[in-house]
């Protein structure tokens, strides 16, 4: 419900919970609004974290983002490139 509002419909949007079924929801409760471009991270948060995803905690937001902090497949694109 705070999303509507608050959110352009038509940005892509990149949903990460602590489960699959917990981001399956919170993705279908987006698109049911009207959100046109949502996308679930699969492995939810372990995989972001995983893959370095900012978790807006304090560190995080005491720091400015970089320029690929929030693109998903920039940072898929450096840990696959990275993996021993």
Do not use: C, M
């Amino acid at each position: 419900k705070r999303a509507v509002p608050s959110l352009d419909k038509s940005r892509d949007i990149y949903v990460y919970g602590a489960n699959e079924e917990e981001s399956a929801q919170a993705a279908q409760q987006l698109r049911s609004n009207g959100f046109e471009h949502v996308s679930q991270l699969k492995g939810g948060l372990a995989a972001w974290k995983a893959i370095g995803g900012p978790t807006e905690g304090i560190i995080e937001s005491k720091t400015p983002p970089g320029p690929d902090d929030y693109n998903v497949v920039d940072r898929l694109k450096n840990h696959q490139e990275n993996l021993p």
